[in-house]
């Protein structure tokens, strides 16, 4: 399948591999790049040096297409952004902030750059700032969200843009991807149906609770602080949300200390009372572990056979 997306990331499959923190490390971005999508490793707010050895090990895994995403609130958000440059890399995706003082050096350096955006507005900024492409990502995803749905925000966001979209947010099969194509995306980002793969280093626990959700199984915390997170309902969420029924200082205060560490938690610990097992809304969908590359392959070869079908009965 080529698409705008695959010619400007080299890359086989229109499929971008989502930054997800404590998780999205060499072992899985790796298996993905090497299976033909975009494998992407998380800085989040570890230690320069920390992701460095990260990028160093997954080159070891594959000579394929390998990006780093910078959250650009980060206290380490100039040191990656340098990082970026210093080690080649050659797809950055950015989220939390605006990525415009970093552009010069990132294009000169030859990176593509792909900004997470939750609003039409926020694309039209990311386009003007020299982004080579943008990332629209619906509520349904995990971990941190807006509040429109994918269905909702991805066409507002083609007809607003000259550049590339991808759509993320509630994509785990051909039926996804091929609805988003319809909708103008040339490529998706997905984040919960790579926990599900054999090559992604979380906790059993982890593994086991998406194995076992279903279509109701998230919820949304973190709305009185301005930051939204969807994740796997358990004894923290519950906790969290009593907490936010009446939301003062005092509240803000217990939920900050009570999420501190609580993805860490999750991801290596597999602690089911303390932490964040942050998912998406399509948890529902995966039963059995698979590998990168079957994800892969086998949602690109069902959404060409669906819109080839949808073609033919319509045409």
Known sequence: MKTRITELLG?????????????????LA????QAGGLGIIAGGAAPVEVIREEIHK???????PLGLNIMLLSPN????????????????????????KYMAAWKQA??????????????????????????AEGMEGGGHIGESTTMAL?????????VPVVAAGGIADGRGMAAALLMGAEGVQCGTVFLATNECQISDKYKELVLKASDISTVVTGRPSGHPVRALKTPLTRKCLELERVPSDQTLEELEAATAGSLRK????GNYEEGTFMSGQIAGMLTELR???????TMTESAETLLKTAFDRFR
């Not at 790796?30 to 790049?33: I, K, L, T």
């Not at 990176?111 to 386009?127: D, Q």
């Not at 991805?154 to 000259?162: F, K, R, T």
Request: glycine share 6%; hydrophobic share 50%; with cysteine.
């Open 154 to 162: 991805l066409p507002q966001v083609v007809d607003a843009v000259s």
């Open 77 to 100: 958000a100039d040191d990656l952004a340098q990082l970026a440059i210093d080690e080649h890399i050659e797809v950055v995706t950015t989220g939390a902030g605006n990525p415009g």
């Open 110 to 135: 030859g990176i593509k750059v792909l900004p997470v955006v939750a609003s039409v507005a926020l694309a039209k900024r990311m386009e003007r700032a020299g982004a080579d492409a943008v990332i």
């Open 30 to 33: 790796a298996a993905v790049s």
């Open 11 to 27: 890359i086989e499959y229109p499929i971008i591999q989502g930054a997800m923190a404590w998780i999205a490390e060499h072992h």
């Open 58 to 64: 997954a080159r070891a895994l594959t000579d394929k």
């Open 291 to 297: 590998s990168c590359e079957d994800v892969l392959h």
């Open 266 to 269: 999750a991801v290596q610990d």
